[in-house]
């Protein structure tokens, strides 16, 4: 069993920066990838950024591409979500995400309860 838990959601500017992280615990969590998915209102949960286990590989939705950076710290079983230049339609609860599959899609394993994340003036 995996338990995720997000921290770091809040209320920023446009054009400023956010930074998500998520503590992750279970026996084999190490070997797990872990990634972000975001929801707006009326909206469906869309791919935000995914790591796979050995923080070779990473994968961003295209929205956020250039913008976002995911990464990983072994020793604290935690994964970040560096956001950078955010804008209003980055607005949407965060959630953390782990599985032992890579995809795009929303069919992860494993979920946190989501941080609310509000970019306004």
């Known amino acids: 069993q995996v338990q995720l838990v997000e921290s770091g959601g809040g209320l920023v500017q446009p054009g400023g920066s956010l930074k998500l992280s998520c503590a992750a615990s279970?026996?084999?969590?190490?070997?797990?990838?872990m990634g972000w998915f975001r929801q707006a209102p009326g909206k469906e949960r869309e791919f935000v950024a995914v790591i796979s286990w050995d923080a070779v590989i990473m994968y961003y939705g295209d929205s956020v591409k250039g913008r976002f950076t995911i990464s990983r710290e072994y020793n604290k079983n935690t994964v970040h979500l560096q956001m950078t230049s955010l804008k209003p339609e980055d607005t949407g609860v965060y959630y953390c995400v782990a599985d032992m599959r890579m995809t795009r899609n929303a069919d992860y394993d494993y979920w946190g309860q989501g941080t609310q994340v509000t970019v306004s003036p």
């Open positions: 279970g026996r084999t969590i190490n070997r797990h990838v």
